[in-house]
């Protein structure tokens, strides 16, 4: 747990610490690349757009970055939670500790009523059939209870599947802020060439002006 919130917190930390040693916004404007300007802000989202002058967009992509973030942590903490309910639920109502088994093995628990059950069906079933005995040889002391073990592992699944959710809403969000970065500095960097005409004594005077 405390890994997972040293790493929830690294974004933070590490647009801070940028933001500190780096000069101000628009100052490192015209020194940056797209290519830049998109690594900027893959690896930090909105991080090009704060140097850029866009500080709306700055906010907008951290913000959601951290918001993704805090969605991950709140899932993995629920996640922990309802694997140990039904930790808890299988020693209580059926004579087992499941903790550290593996899917199969859970899934035996939550199907069947025993494990008398599970190695008779498996007998039919299989030749060579995987069955469970002495420490992890269970019996549920009622069908409801079994049922509200599933259910209680079929919400542990659903916060697992929420992670990977906010895992690849995260990728999404590095690279659309790497992407917007970096049209954001070619629009910036088109709008630097300026041509001016002055009047001068006898005749026009052109000027052209481009930032690089």
């Not at 780096?22 to 893959?42: D, H, I, R, V, Y």
């Not at 951290?62 to 922990?80: D, Q, R």
């Not at 059950?117 to 299989?126: C, F, K, P």
Request: glycine fraction near 8%.
């Amino acid at each position: 747990m405390i890994s997972l919130m040293k790493k929830i917190g690294l974004y933070p930390v590490l647009f801070i610490v940028l933001l500190v040693h780096s000069p101000g916004p628009g100052q490192c404007e015209k020194n940056m690349t797209n290519m830049k300007a998109f690594l900027m802000s893959f690896a930090v989202p909105g991080l090009a757009q704060y140097y850029q002058g866009s500080g709306g967009y700055a906010k907008l992509f951290f913000t959601t970055e951290l918001a993704i973030w805090s969605g991950y942590y709140y899932n993995h903490m629920m996640k922990n939670a309802r694997a140990q309910d039904y930790y808890a639920y299988a020693v209580l109502h059926a004579g087992v500790n499941p903790s550290g088994a593996g899917t199969s093995y859970l899934n035996a628990i939550g199907a069947y009523n025993s494990s008398f059950d599970y190695n008779g069906y498996m007998h039919q079933r299989s030749t060579e059939p995987v069955l469970y005995s002495g420490s992890k040889a269970w019996n549920w002391d009622a069908e409801e209870n079994r049922l509200r073990f599933r259910n209680l592992r079929e919400r542990e699944l659903d916060y697992e599947n929420n992670l990977k959710y906010c895992i690849a809403g995260a990728v999404l969000n590095h690279f659309i802020s790497g992407l917007h970065a970096s049209k954001l500095n070619q629009k910036s960097a088109s709008h630097a060439q300026v041509i001016t005409v002055n009047v001068l004594d006898g005749g026009l005077g052109a000027t052209y002006i481009r930032s690089f």
